[in-house]
Nanobody, 123 residues
């Protein structure tokens, strides 16, 4: 069992930066790939990024490539999402999640979810 608690987020002007954190408790954090998803009002939850259990592999959705960076610190049981050059289309509730499957781009592929944190980008 893994519990995920998110922090960070908030409101920022377009072009600004924010960092999200997701701290895990329980056993086996380093056994899981960790992903970030987001859900904008009226839209489905969408995949943003994933990092392998070792941290050596990362994948991003095209819309955030070059602007967002996912990282993890297994010693601290924490995964991060650094978001730069934010724009209004990044406004959403962001969720971290843990997966033990290869279906890392799918919501249903994840076993554990954080509580979500709001990111609002104003133009």
């Amino acid at each position: 069992q893994v519990q995920l608690v998110q922090s960070g987020g908030g409101s920022v002007q377009a072009g600004g930066s924010l960092r999200l954190s997701c701290a895990a408790s329980g056993r086996g954090f380093s056994d899981y790939a960790m992903g970030w998803f987001r859900q904008a009002p009226g839209k489905e939850r969408e995949f943003v990024s994933v990092i392998s259990w070792s941290g050596r592999s990362t994948i991003y959705v095209d819309s955030v490539k070059g602007r967002f960076t996912i990282s993890r610190d297994n010693a601290k049981n924490t995964v991060y999402l650094q978001m730069n050059s934010l724009n209004s289309e990044d406004t959403a509730v962001y969720y971290c999640a843990a997966t033990g499957s290869s279906s890392w781009a799918e919501v249903w592929g994840y076993d554990y979810w954080g509580q979500g944190t709001q990111v609002t980008v104003s133009s």
